[in-house]
């Protein structure tokens, strides 16, 4: 049987659900009043941009963390992805965005395929395309020597580079993606699908929900968001960076489950997958605004708060 | 009689892993009835459910549908994280101008649709936080409103209180007044004479009856499932315990004021070799309580046990050291590894003993383990089969055979028959009775007065933890225990009705 949460009254459902986002105000808030700077426009457009690379990624997570699985290749598919956009560009804008998306897109399919169809554990077989993806980046970049650098003058730098009202591109599609994301959860038949394969996979089998396809369709929403998200770094960065997106399947993991994702799947949402990449992102902010702080302690700071949500949101669910 | 079958199926063979689930079946729903399907477990009732439905493909035979099947499992199959009106029509939801699902469209219809059933709780509010019942009556307007013409309801009240097993059957009543055909597996024999108009009985996979139920006497089903005939079953009862056992004069086991407060209060007991002592009491009297401290299982204030004199330190490695063993209640939690085979499971408990220097000699175990299969007539293919894949009743002969290969002296049982079929029922219950015939001594703990009164040979009866009497010989009567269970509820005016509740 799953254990389901019981729901003792209204308050503490909406603290649950509300958890992060109180957080976030609170840390912003906090923030703006210790540090003149952090509400300047510049750095709010900043934190924005920094975090729609995530929030890219982590609106595919929500949806294999909701379906019960795990997707550990996304940081390196991410980094692939920025590779294959920067050597694309010598060939077109339209090269540089649909070479990215299609191969992390196919890698993405083959993890789903396994997982479904081999019952494989989605630990196992991500791990392997983690290692698979970092591979081949090193191999067609002579281990990284080999920079690939997009000519400034490109359409394909304006898709990183340019801004509206100072807000660069990528937060705007950042955003639109989240809408569509919660609308394809909570509005469609896949959404519901995703719902049931991870609250009950064997009832759902019984119910008539395609739980392969589904699975399938997750891991590839995955991997190819994790090559978009490589293609405007490389847009904004205007390289294929090789060695980024270490360990950025973890921040992923990270920003969904304080976003109040279960991680045993079966509830979940983007908005809170959202709030999670804020939280995250202003502490970093904070922390570099401290600036006598060694950036390697962010990761202390954002470790601890991780383990803070996750205690919070176990005490909260009683 | 007209026929005009909603599902025929003729011939249907199907075997699994060279075990033959079903054997030449020929089995028919006529439009609009209520068709009683009826077996041990292990008949092969949920192979034919799922050859009906396709999830199982027959390796002989020819199925004919006409029409659209739902089933309801025993279990309620839903998502519990997932709202009601979600699960109620996921797969077909409602949609908007725009293709997205209509979220207030699909409450309002959810709402509307369970009033029917007797539900007003809040569609929105995720299925896991309303009762079994209503899940189960979830579960069923789900299955109808898919536009059924057969519903298959697979032991549907096997979890529902008496109140809910009500709502259900007339739920059950309407679907049958709109025409839908039912075929209805369950084990509880008033239910099916109540609702059921025909009635087919599985054995060993084979269909040894179908036909009216009506016109069927009770104890003639019964026989058809069991397979014994009517006179045995009326010469022996339906227990399959034989007489009292020839016990010896020494107790081998004493148990002097158990004290483990708040749930038992000074529980003394001693059982013979060869003889069957029977705990009997309402739930929560401090049966299992008794049971778990004897063994050392439960912390103690007080009181002592001693195996043939001695006194036993109280923990459960010195216990079964000393010779006692326990068949825990929930075979299903608190024995059973169900993915490990079944050697596996029965040498667990004696490893310790078979192991030199930590290393098992495997020729040894099997030959326990064969020794056991065959002693205790266990179904398998293999003993390699994974325990899982075995019937409840043969599963409890696992667990039995694995407290036994560690040749205990004493064994408690703790409702060894709950949750398995009749036939196996009989057999664990003659098992019982050839142990103690070979000298065990036995302490039986069940729910079932009559399996008590049949197998006992003494009983002690137990009331808010402590023993309320003891009844031998001439006192072993249904009258007897209810009188010693029932002066406490005398005594005691204000007594929590949660007793009475929770007496079956």
Not at chain 2, 69 to 82: A, D, F, G, R
Request: with cysteine; glycine share 12%; hydrophobic share 45%.
């Amino acid at each position: 049987m799953i254990t389901t949460p019981t729901v003792t009254n209204a308050r503490t459902k909406v603290l649950q659900r509300q958890g992060a986002a109180v957080a976030l105000v609170l840390m912003v808030v906090v923030s703006w009043l210790t540090f003149p700077r952090f509400g300047s426009l510049d750095n709010l457009r900043d934190l924005a941009l920094q975090g729609s690379f995530l929030v890219v990624i982590a609106i595919g997570m929500t949806f294999v963390i909701i379906t019960g699985g795990i997707d550990l290749s996304v940081g390196s598919l991410y980094a692939l992805g920025g590779v294959l956009a920067a050597w694309g560009s010598q060939y077109g804008f339209l090269a540089a965005l649909t070479l990215p998306l299609v191969v992390c897109g196919v890698i993405g399919l083959v993890n789903g395929l396994l997982i479904a169809r081999t019952n494989m554990a989605p630990f196992i077989v991500t791990l392997a395309s983690l290692l698979f993806a970092r591979g081949l980046l090193l191999a067609i970049t002579d281990e990284g020597a080999n920079t690939y650098q997009i000519p400034g003058d490109s359409a394909f730098v304006e898709l990183g580079r340019g801004t509206v009202f100072g807000f660069g591109y990528p937060i705007f599609v950042a955003a639109v993606l989240a809408v569509l994301g919660g609308m394809i959860l909570n509005r469609t038949s896949f959404g519901q699908n995703v719902f049931a394969t991870g609250g009950a996979e064997q009832s759902a089998v019984l119910l008539g929900v395609p739980v392969a396809k589904t699975k399938v369709l997750v891991y590839t929403m995955s991997g190819t968001l994790a090559g978009l998200a490589g293609a405007l770094t490389a847009a904004y960065l205007q390289s294929g960076v090789t060695v980024i997106g270490v360990g950025l399947e973890l921040d992923a993991i990270a920003v969904v489950v304080i976003g109040g994702t279960l991680l045993t799947g079966g509830m979940g949402t983007i908005l809170g997958t959202v709030i999670g990449v804020g939280l995250i992102k202003v502490i970093q902010n904070v922390i570099n605004q401290i600036g006598t702080l060694d950036s390697n302690y962010q990761s202390v700071v954002s470790g601890v708060f991780l383990l803070i949500v996750v205690v919070l949101q176990r005490i909260l669910r009683r | 009689m007209p026929t005009d079958p909603v599902i025929e199926v003729a011939g249907v063979t199907k075997t699994f892993a060279g075990v033959r689930a079903l054997g030449d079946v020929d089995f028919a729903l006529q439009r609009g009835e209520i068709h009683a399907l009826v077996g041990e477990n292990g008949a092969g009732k949920s192979t034919l459910i799922k050859v009906l439905t396709g999830i199982h493909t027959p390796d002989a035979g020819a199925i004919t549908r006409n029409g659209h099947i739902s089933t309801i499992y025993q279990e309620v199959n839903l998502v519990p994280l997932m709202s009601v009106s979600a699960n109620l029509f996921l797969g077909r939801e409602p949609r908007n101008r725009f293709g997205l699902i209509d979220r207030a469209r699909r409450d309002a219809d959810a709402a509307e649709l369970l009033r029917g059933y007797g539900i007003t709780a809040d569609v929105s509010s995720p299925l896991g936080t309303l009762a079994v019942g209503e899940q189960q009556m979830v579960a069923l307007a789900r299955a109808v409103a898919a536009d059924a013409d057969v519903v298959i309801m697979d032991e549907p009240t096997s979890s529902l209180e008496p109140r809910e097993v009500e709502t259900l059957l007339g739920v059950v009543r309407k679907l049958h007044e709109a025409g839908i055909a039912i075929i209805y597996v369950s084990h509880r024999m008033d239910e099916l004479y109540r609702i059921c108009d025909t009635v087919t009985v599985l054995r060993d996979g084979v269909n040894v009856h179908s036909g009216p139920l009506k016109e069927l006497p009770r104890i003639e089903l019964v026989s058809l499932m069991l397979g014994r005939s009517v006179k045995e079953i009326e010469k022996h009862g339906t227990t399959a315990f034989g007489e009292g056992h020839h016990a010896d004069t020494q107790p081998v086991l004493e148990a002097r004021d158990l004290t483990s407060k708040p749930r038992i209060g000074g529980v003394s007991a001693s059982i013979r070799p060869g003889e069957v002592v029977g705990l009997a009491g309402l739930l929560g009297s401090g049966r299992t309580e008794t049971a778990k401290a004897i063994i050392g299982a439960l912390p103690l204030d007080g009181g002592t046990v001693l195996v043939a004199g001695k006194p036993v330190a109280h923990n459960v490695k010195a216990s079964m050291k000393a010779g006692i063993s326990m068949l825990a209640e929930d075979r299903k939690t608190e024995g059973i590894i169900p993915n490990l085979s079944v050697r596996e499971n029965i040498v667990l408990a004696a490893l310790p003993r078979l192991s030199k220097f930590g290393v098992t000699s495997r020729s040894r175990q099997d030959r326990i383990v064969d020794t056991f299969i065959e002693r205790l007539r266990i179904k398998v293919s293999s003993p390699e089969q994974k325990v899982a894949e075995l019937s409840g009743g043969n599963q409890q002969k696992v667990l039995l055979a694995r407290w036994l290969c560690t040749e205990p002296k004493i064994l408690l049982l703790d409702e060894p028959t709950r949750g398995i079929d009749v036939g196996a029922k009989a057999e664990v219950q003659a098992l019982i009775d050839e142990l103690a015939r070979e000298g065990l001594a036995v302490l039986l703990i069940s729910s079932e007065l009559d399996e008590l009164l049949d197998g006992a040979d003494r009983l002690v009866v137990l009331r808010d933890g402590s023993v309320a009497g003891e009844l031998e010989g001439d006192q072993l009567t249904r009258e007897h225990v209810l009188a010693a269970i029932a002066a406490e509820v005398m005594d005691d005016s204000d007594d929590h009705a949660g007793s009475h509740q929770d007496s079956h």
